[in-house]
T-cell receptor, first 116, second 112 residues
Framework: GAGVSQSPRYKVAKRGQDVALRCDPISGHVSLFWYQQALGQGPEFLTYFQNEAQLDKSGLPSDRFFAERPEGSVSTLKIQRTQQEDSAVYLC??????????????FGDGTRLSIL | KQEVTQIPAALSVPEGENLVLNCSFTDSAIYNLQWFRQDPGKGLTSLLLIQSSQREQTSGRLNASLDKSSGRSTLYIAASQPGDSATYLCAVMSFGNEKLTFGTGTRLTIIP
């Protein structure tokens, strides 16, 4: 595709429900990142994949958060038993090369999650 | 732990003026520093990436500099236009860590 695509764009859920957020990276991109952005703040790292391997999940705030990328392309971020503090914009980014240090990350428009 | 600070938090300037946005970071062991633009309700658009061995990068009216030893970067915007209004974010990628650490951004408003 032309860019990173995220769906849904907006998600409203009741506290305690499970949600799943989808990311379609740019075709052929090896690296995929998830970030969480609270209102008025910069994005904060959640987790990182290289192809299907999840190499870093140190930013996931609790064991209620789970991410996967089973075939090395599309990724899903799942949040179980949602809490109000999970309300944020969830951004996905991808980059093209194994040498991620030389390549910019390309971001999607994000999913705005609101927990009632 | 890497920390990134951006000053000022907000800036308003008349159209046509040149301006500078500032970014500072605490750990100089970095692969690169990146500047992004974020429009309301949108994701981030990459503007410039400066590798740790570089001093500056230019793209059109934008020029970004990097002084790794002092932990500082600046984004210079020449001849500002109303379309430049957005939030500008700086982020660093530290050694041994592929994630980006972001500042909180500078919200820029260009007054026509």
């Amino acid at each position: 595709g032309a860019g990173v695509s995220q769906s849904p764009r907006y998600k409203v859920a009741k506290r305690g429900q499970d949600v799943a957020l989808r990311c379609d990276p740019i075709s052929g991109h090896v690296s995929l990142f998830w970030y969480q952005q609270a209102l008025g703040q910069g994005p904060e790292f959640l987790t990182y994949f290289q192809n299907e391997a999840q190499l870093d999940k140190s930013g996931l705030p609790s064991d209620r958060f789970f991410a996967e990328r089973p075939e090395g392309s599309v990724s899903t971020l799942k949040i179980q038993r949602t809490q109000q503090e999970d309300s944020a914009v969830y951004l996905c980014a991808s980059s093209s090369e194994w040498d991620y240090s030389n390549q910019p990350q390309h971001f999607g428009d994000g999913t705005r999650l609101s927990i009632l | 732990k890497q920390e990134v600070t951006q000053i000022p938090a907000a800036l308003s300037v008349p159209e046509g003026e040149n301006l500078v946005l500032n970014c500072s970071f605490t750990d100089s062991a970095i692969y690169n520093l990146q500047w992004f633009r974020q429009d309301p309700g949108k994701g981030l658009t990459s503007l410039l990436l400066i590798q740790s061995s570089q001093r500056e990068q230019t793209s059109g009216r934008l020029n970004a500099s990097l002084d790794k030893s002092s932990g500082r970067s600046t984004l210079y915007i020449a001849a500002s236009q109303p379309g430049d209004s957005a939030t500008y974010l700086c982020a660093v990628m530290s050694f041994g860590n592929e994630k980006l650490t972001f500042g909180t951004g500078t919200r820029l408003t260009i007054i026509p």
